[in-house]
């Protein structure tokens, strides 16, 4: 678990987690904070931190579990997106609700991509 590529991959988590609440506590990312849609995405950042708790923080399970908070965010993205509610109360409208979901997207993707290599090389270097 000391690989570059492990330390990276908690680094760009952990930034993506810090990120998504941060501009929710500060602007909100739908609208304003009083926006209850806001709170699923503070949901997408607890389901990073359980994912990984079942992981166990090994690299092949924080593969998946990464991959699977991308999957979270960007369901959660669509869904908000698309809410009629959103065109009305968000200055960005929906597809700027999309587009910054989708940036989080690629992040957890990028994380899931580091712990898969460092998975494998973790991997190697028990088959020596």
């Known amino acids: 678990m000391t690989s570059p590529s492990y330390r990276i ?3 760009v988590a952990l930034a993506a987690s810090f990120l998504e609440v941060w501009m929710n506590l500060a602007v909100g990312i739908v609208g ?3 926006n209850p849609q806001n709170q699923g995405f503070f949901g ?3 389901a990073a931190a359980a994912c990984a708790f079942v992981a166990r923080l090994r690299p092949d399970g924080m593969a998946r579990a990464m991959l699977a908070t991308a999957g ?4 959660l993205g669509l ?3 698309t809410a009629p509610i959103t065109a009305r109360v968000d200055p960005m409208g929906p597809s700027g609700v999309a587009l910054l979901s989708g940036v989080f997207v690629a992040l957890w993707l990028v994380s899931a991509a580091l712990f898969h290599r460092s998975a494998r090389a973790e991997a190697a270097a028990w088959n020596g």
Do not use: R
Request: glycine share 0%; aromatic share 0%.
């Open 79 to 81: 869904m908000v997106a």
């Open 32 to 34: 304003s904070t009083d």
């Open 72 to 75: 979270v965010q960007a369901l």
């Open 9 to 11: 991959a908690v680094a």
């Open 44 to 46: 997408v950042v607890v």
